[in-house]
């Protein structure tokens, strides 16, 4: 008899995830990022944030399909279309890098998809042209280096030596740091992309008189400059937006990282349970600890499985309003979207420390709290 | 600004010094055997990540150097074996195309192997800090380093090849591969140990090299192209051509990304200055390069095509 | 015989080339043709590289140069017409366009001044330092176009509507494909022409022979130059189409992968001979499609792949299944 009753309760179960799942159609997104090549690291990180976030919820109506972009602007657009054409995605979302984002994104929002940025989130999508179907989970490219310019006046610096290399997302990080710094600029210089060898700029910065040094170099780029940096012996503090120093390569630059303070909109120690377990439960599942990419994969399938229990994705503008509401736990606490679809948030302030053997980042204050991004107020949608 | 000038000139040469240790396997490997090798950046590669794990096992940068040598030697004798010996023969292109293949295969399995993170290798203890030099500057130990290592291999290549049985041996090959094959030499395994001898440097260039950037997959292409301007600049296959095409690569790169802004900056607002100055001055070694290419169409030293 | 044979396999590969988008077209798989139409671009490109690579024993490490230079030509082109900006206004104001057929003139002509003055340069070295010396020109561009914001910088250019074509729909896929497959047939009969032309002759001389040339009154530097200008004008008309099949031109175009990427079709279908750029780039494309999404370390075995066709077929795909050519 007992065996029966729970026979009935799952029947009946079963009836009522059936009844749910007749409801809702499925949902199939696609994911363009990068998984090949020099920067595989990021978009590795991105995807398995995402896809951890996918298989706790375990939706079985949400169904990802997944390819690398080699970072090459025009593979990401065939691959765009091989899922728009082909694999009929109703949603786009994992690129990593601006210059394949404004490859992609125009064209696939052209097309009635919605697109969910996971990191690239360029000024031209952000103000005039802001799209209804267009939403950034990360920030808004300028942010991290304008909440580094706030912190640098928080500071009394006022002779900053500014670096970045000599391209769009270079030109924006310096303007964006200028943006809310107040002193004085000592020295400027753009770099080569790619350059591995900093003794000239050092030298320079050395011979500036600067009292701090403002840095956005991504990549490999920020690992050589830096390990060059504490080699010189010239110790003028450096501040630097998170993806510098962000997890996935401070192993790589060693000590010589620490101390150094750069701003981000997540870290491993906000303070709040979500965050606790999505930096557990991703340390469980992958053995190392989440990068910022992780964090804003893992809440970009969050806000999309939150949008999915709210609406039909075939009903665009309820699906759309569900995704605005925003209604879901997010690792960085809590979550608003502007009116130009990029987050409103607080931007903090880290330090790198050791925690044990491994290198880390710590929140030591708040950069900008409720920061508006500069150009939400040009986009009218 | 005098100091700094000499300081920026100090690095003009350490950087050409940096260069020359990752062309001159380059450009001994392209003299005798006549072989474009665009895999040379991967062995760089090997070398750095072979490095950046042993140090990191063993705590000892030194036993990683030794480690990063053997395991690009190693590496160049399995690919020459395998690959390389059936090029020797063939046209220019097939070897563009072998060695291109062999890049995505040593990026991908490196990345296979140790994940799509950059590894840590730091400067060993021994190389650390920093030395005031005359006129008051602050000069790290370990680009003093690089300078002596770099001049080091350059002797002891110039020794090898100008007083040694293998150095007679090489130039013979490079003068006429029938020739040696006559007098009764093994010409296959003096073209291994070539290649491995190139390897090597090349291993050995990215251990010393990556102490100071990202040991991280695909670090050695854009090293790879720089290597190509230097042997090409100083023309192929000569050690002496390579040392000095190095050396004026590494003058002008550093000196325009730090002269051509402040000069523009005279004729223009500073701020069109640096970023014009800049986007010059990264394309101005290839400016160099063709301007010596139109003077001097086979290289400063090469032999005359 | 074996010429038969070579006939053959073009004639089958055309007929695929065609028939594979038609059939897609009728099952409704859309992205298959923009896929086809890819390869029919990169042939293109192929096409124009082999004319100097294939024939005239020019070893260009710098196509992509003109591949970039005509996809800049079509951006440029079109985001000036979009947001109504004349490109000049002095001597006299000339207006951006989004028809085709004023972007593939424009590509033509600037291809071939930059070939022109590239060329007279590179033309003085040979063999491994015209490798060097082209890509040295290649990564000249490549680096300007990133640091110049202009145009977009690294971040490129999107032109948000296909460029037009009198008649015809381009922005459905089969109409695209179908402009792109008609240059694709126009500049194969060309360099198929061009290479029994008195030229051609000429040309193959000049590779041979620098010296037997001159004493019979030919000058080998004016032909090659020549050679040398219609090979990156060809590499530039399919760099305007490639901007338009992705509605989008970045420096990447002018990278020297892509330099690397053009060679690699030429070779593995199979250096000089005519339809060796189609079969490569088919080979590479489908490649690329099956591997890519199947396995996050794809480029390993796509390298290996070409390491065995690079050691053990060669004369390439068509010379595998074509056998050695027969020499005229």
């Not at chain 1, 900053?160 to 943006?179: E, L």
């Not at chain 2, 523009?264 to 160099?288: E, F, K």
């Not at chain 3, 399919?238 to 079709?265: C, K, Q, T």
Request: charged residues 15%.
């Amino acid at each position: 008899m007992k065996g029966n009753k729970a026979t009935v309760a799952a029947v009946a179960i079963a009836a009522l995830m059936t009844a749910t799942v007749a409801q809702a159609e499925p949902v199939k997104v696609g994911m363009i990022t990068t998984l090949s090549g020099g920067g595989a690291g990021l978009g590795i990180d991105a995807r398995d944030g995402f896809m951890l976030a996918v298989k706790q919820a375990g939706n079985s109506d949400l169904e990802v399909v997944i390819e690398d972009d080699q970072q090459k602007p025009d593979i990401a657009v065939q691959l765009a279309d091989k899922m728009i054409q082909s694999e009929k995605v109703d949603i786009l979302t994992g690129i990593i890098w601006s210059n394949l984002a404004m490859a992609v994104v125009p064209s696939a929002i052209a097309q009635d998809k919605f697109y969910l940025s996971v990191n690239a989130a360029p000024s031209q999508l952000a103000g005039k042209g802001c799209n209804k179907n267009y939403f950034s989970v990360s920030y808004q490219n300028d942010n991290l280096h304008e909440a580094a310019g706030g912190y640098a006046s928080s500071q009394g610096y006022s002779k900053t030596f500014v670096m970045a290399p000599n391209y769009p997302a270079g030109t924006d990080s310096i303007a964006g740091f200028k943006r809310f710094y107040y002193g004085d600029i000592s020295g400027e210089v753009y770099t080569k992309l790619g350059q591995t060898d900093y003794a000239a700029e050092i030298a320079q910065i050395r011979a500036s008189g600067a009292d701090s040094v403002f840095f956005f170099l991504p990549g490999g780029m920020g690992i050589a400059f830096m390990k060059q940096y504490a080699q010189s012996g010239v110790d003028i503090p450096l501040i630097g937006p998170a993806f510098s120093l962000d997890q996935g390569i401070l192993g790589a630059i060693g000590d010589a990282a620490l101390g150094i303070k750069n701003t981000s909109n997540w870290s491993k120690d906000i303070d709040n349970a979500t965050n606790k377990a999505f930096v557990e439960t991703f340390q469980a599942e992958y053995g190392r600890l989440p990068s910022i990419y992780a964090s804003y994969g893992f809440d970009t399938a969050n806000l999309l499985l939150s949008a999915m229990e709210k609406a039909d994705v075939k009903d665009q503008d309820a699906f759309r309003e569900a995704l605005r509401a925003a209604d879901f736990n997010s690792v960085r606490g809590k979550f608003i979207f502007g009116a130009n679809h990029h987050p409103i948030q607080d931007i903090y302030v880290r330090e790198v420390v050791k925690e044990g053997d491994v290198l880390t980042n710590k929140i030591v204050g708040m950069a900008i709290a409720d920061h508006v991004d500069a150009y939400a107020s040009e986009c009218t949608m | 600004m005098f100091s700094l000038f000499l300081e920026q000139m100090l690095n003009g040469f350490q950087s050409g010094v940096m260069l020359f240790l990752m062309a001159s396997g380059l450009t001994l490997v392209f003299g005798v055997m006549g072989l474009i090798n665009l895999a040379h950046g991967s062995l760089y590669m090997v070398g750095a990540f072979a490095c950046a794990v042993v140090a990191a096992w063993t705590g000892s940068f030194w036993l990683g150097l030794v480690a990063s040598l053997m395991a690009a030697a190693l590496a160049g004798v399995l690919v020459e074996i395998l690959v390389i010996r059936r090029l020797y023969r063939r046209d220019h292109l097939d070897q563009v195309l072998a060695t291109f293949a062999l890049i995505l295969i040593f990026s991908e399995g490196t990345r296979w192997i140790f994940g799509s993170f950059p590894l840590f290798l730091n400067v060993p203890d021994l190389l650390a800090g920093t030395v005031i030099l005359p006129g008051g500057a602050q000069y790290p130990i370990f680009r003093l380093a690089i300078i002596a290592a770099g001049l080091l291999v350059a002797a002891g290549l110039f020794l090898l090849i100008g007083k040694t049985r293998l150095g007679t041996r090489i130039r013979a090959g490079e003068a006429d591969r029938e020739m040696i094959a006559a007098l009764g030499i093994n010409i296959d395994r003096l073209y291994t140990v070539v290649f491995a001898l190139g390897a090597a440097l090349a291993g050995l260039a990215g251990a010393f090299v990556g102490t100071t950037q990202s040991v991280q997959v695909g670090m050695g292409e854009p090293v790879l192209i720089l290597a190509f301007v230097v042997i090409v600049i100083g023309g192929i296959g000569s050690i002496k051509g390579a040392l000095i095409g190095s050396i004026l690569v590494g003058f002008t790169d550093t000196m325009g990304r730090f002269l051509l802004p402040l000069a523009l900056s005279t004729v223009t607002d500073a701020s069109s200055a640096t970023s014009i100055g800049s986007a010059l001055a990264s394309m101005l070694i290839y400016i160099l390069m063709a301007l010596v290419l139109f003077l001097r169409p086979s290289g400063l030293f090469g032999a005359k095509a | 015989m074996i010429m038969n044979r070579e006939t053959i396999i073009n004639s089958v590969l055309a007929a695929l080339l065609i028939a594979i988008p038609l059939v897609a077209q009728a099952m409704g798989e859309i992205f298959i043709i923009t896929l086809v139409t890819k390869v029919a671009i990169l042939a293109l490109a192929g096409v124009g590289l082999n004319i100097a690579l294939g024939y005239g024993g020019l070893v260009s490490f710098g196509h992509a140069a003109f591949f970039g230079i005509g996809g800049y030509a079509a951006g440029i082109l079109a985001s000036h017409a979009l947001n109504y900006q004349p490109i000049a206004t002095w001597p006299f104001e000339i207006s951006g366009s989004t028809q085709m057929i004023v972007i593939w003139a424009v590509a033509l002509i600037a291809s071939a001044l930059a070939a022109l003055v590239i060329g007279a340069i590179t033309l003085r070295t040979s063999g491994v330092y015209f490798i060097m010396i082209t890509l040295a020109f290649a990564q000249m561009i490549y680096y300007f176009a990133i640091s110049w914001p202009a145009y977009g910088g690294e971040d490129g250019l999107s032109i948000y509507v296909r460029n037009g074509f009198p008649g015809l729909n381009t922005l459905d896929p089969i109409s695209f494909f179908a402009i792109c497959a008609v240059l694709l047939a126009l500049a194969l009969w060309f360099s198929a022409v061009l290479v029994r032309s008195r030229f051609g002759l000429a040309l193959h001389g000049a590779r041979q022979n620098d010296q037997r040339m001159k004493s019979v009154g030919i000058a080998p530097f004016r032909i090659k130059l020549t050679a040398f200008v219609i090979s990156a004008m060809i590499t530039g008309l399919a760099g305007a189409l490639y901007a338009d099949l992705n509605r989008f031109v970045s420096p990447s175009m002018l990278s020297w992968h892509m330099s690397g990427e053009i060679m690699v079709f030429v070779i593995l279908g199979g250096v000089g001979r005519l339809f060796g750029p189609v079969a490569g780039a088919g080979l590479y494309i489908l490649l690329e499609h099956l591997l890519g999404g199947a396995f996050d370390y794809w480029q390993l075995p796509l390298g290996v792949l070409l390491l065995l066709v690079v050691l053990f077929a060669r004369g390439g795909l068509i010379g595998l299944l074509a056998g050695e050519r027969k020499h005229a």
